[in-house]
DNA sequence: AGGAGGTGCTCATACGTATGAGCGCTGATG
DNA sequence: CATCAGCGCTCATACGTATGAGCACCTCCT
């Protein structure tokens, strides 16, 4: 290596003066597309020495302004992504999406300057997209958005604008159409009202959580309408309101009058469990129930439940930038994954 | 917001159009360098309106090849970052890499592309700073190295080339000082064995690890330093070289000739307690042992030992590297981080 | 009246890369 | 010998932004 201008990286320009050639030559040499480029072999070598004997490197923002790709993928998380990577929240998303960008060469931007930093912003370290008008979102090729969308202007301007981008999760916005990608709560819910019918429970209860967000509206149509189809009873008190479970209602089950349960999540069953042993009652010995949540940690407890597959969400949320970037028209739209149904030993036939 | 070109994004010269003014007045309202902008308040307005209405936000790529900086901090691990943060051992680095990031307004890139992807490399999945000849990492401002890195001609070549980066964690690179940030193990060493000074302790023991690591090295040095300082006697025979707990030091041990052992990792300490256990002898009853590593998971161990301030230095990176940034000319060297010492159970003042 | 100094902009250019168009040359073909 | 294709390049330009230089106009002072 020898000399190189004081202070500034080697351009193409040098390189081609060091070769003998033109910077246009050199470029063709080094991005060779080969199909036009009609350098020979000798000259090549010329530029690719130059190359090595100034350690030229491309710069890569002339390089992004030029082509309309910089390889970056971003990630927007609504909050800071670690303190919740611990907890297991984002973890496995990111997980699933480092392994596709590393396979597919795209690097990864995530976007922490957007959050509240100095002095701006909340306590709560929420992050925006669109910040005193900059959106350096577009610093990406395309991004993954990840979490909980506060903000559904902020989504429905950054489809308008055409910028490409998937949300992992799902969050409707009137009057736009969204690419998301999305846990198939409703099939999944639907499969386990299946197999305990299968298991020949005929009278099922459901429990709900207090939240109304979309994701557990899925589940609740998914369990509704297999209950429906297959002509089953269902007596759920909570299932058109309530946020605790009633006691009545517990009562009602401990004589009986169910023998299936489906609940929202593990706070719920563990609670459950508890309020039916206070009544003489056993899981699954007496009650069948099952949870539609699975945090990776809960699997300790041995619930039947269905299980998201944050990892290959991930991934495919990958996949499906990448398309959407090869060809700009194709506005996919959203995208259901299956839940696969892991068993516990919370469920099992019905006994009467 | 209106007419916008077909598939492009608007820029400044279409919101100059708009406004009635021209490209360079409108870089000056927006990127106001107020002090040589002389634009009044009215035309201001008026640029403000048409960028509102076209939805003008700045390219990121063009703005970052005019100025020299892109507000991008570049992240590379030398694995995958994932798998490793869930074990916590990039993690708490990341934490306090993303906070003070987030806190001085720049994003994060971690660089993905640079694992052996489609094809190249080989199973490990060993990322490479240099790849084809195509640096990735200056497409970050200056970027953070972390974890293991096996290849010295990588960041020799990457010193040499002036770009700007810190190392966490030591590695020498002959020929080439390349700043890092350094959990200061020496230090903490000396002040274990000074603190077993204090409590009585005369015959000190030192087990170590098989590897030869710069990080190892350090915490030598700080031991054998400070014994001879203090004027302690030093009887280990695994000192100078033995890789597993030699069983006849461990009977002189039993027999009382020591009274205290410091050890280089919880998995040998855990070791020491079994075989001391075999001859009779407790910790701290009748040895006191400190420990000289010490990952988050550990601390259940309840061993006396050092705690390697993992979130800290992550932040301190990244204001080094700003730093460094700043002032391009300022090669910063290295800096020593004190690692506290946290108590346990296992060290207690002499019994004779 | 004439100059000084300030205001409100515009002009032109540079940053580094990629690429369509084109130019001069050589060798083959009719 | 004229023509023509293909080779090995170079020229020129565009991408979008930032910024030093400068121009036209106005106001104020002497």
């Known amino acids: 290596m020898t000399a190189r201008r ?40 010329r530029v690719f020495e130059a ?22 993928l971003g990630v927007h998380t609504f909050e800071r992504v670690f303190p919740h990577a611990h907890e297991d929240f984002y973890f496995a998303f990111l997980l699933g999406i480092e392994e596709r960008a590393e396979e597919t060469g795209f690097d990864l931007v995530l976007f922490t300057s957007t959050g509240p930093g100095r002095g701006g912003g909340g306590e709560r370290g929420e992050r925006k997209i669109y910040k005193d008008g900059t959106n350096r979102l577009n610093l990406a090729d395309g991004s993954i958005l990840l979490g909980v969308s506060t903000d559904r202007g902020e989504l429905a301007r950054l489809w308008y604008e055409g910028y490409p981008f998937v949300h992992i999760g799902r969050r409707e916005v009137p009057g736009a159409e969204i690419p998301q990608i999305i ?24 429990v709900r959580e207090w939240m109304e967000m979309e994701p557990y509206e899925d589940r609740r149509t ?24 009633e006691s009545a209602w517990l009562d009602e089950v401990a004589r009986g009058a169910v023998t299936a349960i489906v609940v929202e999540s593990v706070r719920l069953a563990e609670s459950l469990r508890e309020q039916l042993a206070a009544r003489g009652r056993k899981i ?39 398309t959407m970037l090869d060809d700009p028209d194709q506005r996919t739209g959203s995208l259901f994954v299956p839940c696969p149904l892991i068993p516990g030993t919370t469920v099992t036939a019905v006994r009467e």
Do not use: C
């Not at 351009?11 to 036009?36: K, P, Y």
């Not at 495919?316 to 990448?322: E, F, M, S, T």
């Open 6 to 45: 004081r202070g500034k990286a080697p351009s193409q320009a040098d390189v081609a003066r060091l070769a003998g050639v033109s910077q246009s030559a050199v470029s063709r040499v080094i991005s060779g597309n080969a199909a036009t480029a009609r350098i020979p072999e000798e000259t090549r070598q």
């Open 51 to 72: 190359v090595r004997e100034l350690g030229y490197v491309a710069n890569p923002a002339a390089r992004a302004m030029r082509k309309q790709r910089n390889n970056l």
């Open 183 to 206: 846990p198939d709560y409703r099939t999944a819910s639907a499969r386990i009202v299946e197999r305990l019918a299968e298991l020949g429970h005929r009278r099922l209860g459901y």
């Open 222 to 245: 998914g369990y509704a309408e297999a209950v429906g189809r297959l002509g089953l009873t269902d007596t759920s008190p909570g299932f058109h309101g309530t946020h605790g479970i």
């Open 284 to 322: 699954p010995d007496d009650v069948s129930v099952a949870v539609l949540e699975a945090a990776p940690a809960d699997l300790s407890g041995q619930w039947d439940s269905l299980v998201i597959p944050r990892t290959e969400i991930g991934r495919i949320a990958v996949d499906r930038l990448q």
